[in-house]
């Protein structure tokens, strides 16, 4: 019953997690945005005794796959600019060597989505985002490493085209209110 791709969804309509039948034997199961999700009480649920456990030995497992990823594509500088319209700190505030790494889709970033103008004093909710790599979007596979003419590429060349993908990971509970930020954005 439980898929490798998506999620089951049972008789009432919610989803269940792609874990949901490893965390039913450990936690009380919630219904939470459409989702059932595992619910820890410590001193009152099952499952208690051994996350205070595993959090004590530095092992803490979080499973995530409630977040809803949004898709923006676009030129890059149409995108960096929405980004900085809803996002605090917006990728183009980040260091230089950082703002690399975050826009050529090497490491994710993560910001505060806020509605757009008014950056913190209205946030919606903390958000991850990460570029499609440069490479994986061109296609070029060894092509990024070669001429035409045979000889290799320097290091800081690309193969990309001027249109870039973004994915941005929301919360289920902020979904709404976020997607209407990036739309008034875009």
Same mark, same amino acid.
């Given at each position: 019953?439980?898929?490798? $791709?998506g999620?089951?969804?049972?008789?009432?309509?919610?989803?269940?997690l $792609?874990?949901?039948?490893w965390?039913?034997? $450990?936690?009380?199961?919630?219904?939470?945005?459409?989702?059932?999700?595992?619910?820890v009480?410590?001193? &009152?649920?099952?499952?208690?005794r051994a996350?205070?456990?595993?959090?004590?030995?530095?092992?803490?497992?979080?499973?995530?796959?409630?977040?809803?990823?949004?898709?923006?594509?676009?030129?890059?500088?149409?995108?960096?600019? #929405?980004?900085k319209? #809803?996002?605090?700190? @917006?990728?183009s505030?980040?260091? %230089? &060597?950082?703002?690399?790494?975050? !826009?050529?889709? @090497? !490491?994710?970033? @993560?910001?505060?989505?806020?509605?757009?103008g &008014?950056l913190? =004093?209205?946030?919606?909710?903390? #958000?991850?985002?990460?570029?499609?790599? #440069? +490479?994986?979007?061109?296609? +070029?596979?060894?092509?990024?490493?070669?001429? @035409?003419?045979?000889?290799? $590429? =320097? %290091?800081?060349s690309w +193969? +990309?085209s =001027?249109?870039?993908? !973004?994915?941005?990971? !929301?919360?289920? =509970?902020?979904?709404?209110?976020?997607?209407?930020?990036?739309?008034? &954005?875009?």
């Amino acid at each position: 019953m439980n898929l490798e $791709r998506g999620f089951c969804t049972s008789g009432d309509g919610k989803k269940w997690l $792609r874990t949901h039948v490893w965390h039913t034997k $450990r936690f009380r199961m919630s219904k939470l945005w459409g989702f059932y999700v595992p619910l820890v009480l410590f001193m &009152a649920g099952r499952g208690s005794r051994a996350v205070l456990k595993w959090f004590r030995q530095g092992v803490l497992v979080h499973d995530a796959s409630y977040h809803v990823a949004v898709q923006l594509e676009g030129p890059e500088d149409s995108l960096m600019s #929405v980004l900085k319209m #809803v996002m605090a700190p @917006s990728p183009s505030a980040l260091s %230089e &060597a950082i703002s690399h790494s975050v !826009i050529s889709g @090497s !490491i994710y970033g @993560s910001a505060m989505l806020c509605h757009v103008g &008014a950056l913190v =004093s209205q946030s919606i909710a903390p #958000v991850t985002y990460m570029w499609r790599s #440069v +490479c994986q979007e061109s296609g +070029c596979g060894d092509a990024m490493n070669h001429n @035409s003419d045979g000889g290799n $590429r =320097s %290091e800081g060349s690309w +193969c +990309c085209s =001027s249109s870039r993908q !973004i994915w941005v990971w !929301i919360h289920v =509970s902020a979904v709404s209110e976020g997607l209407d930020a990036l739309k008034l &954005a875009c």
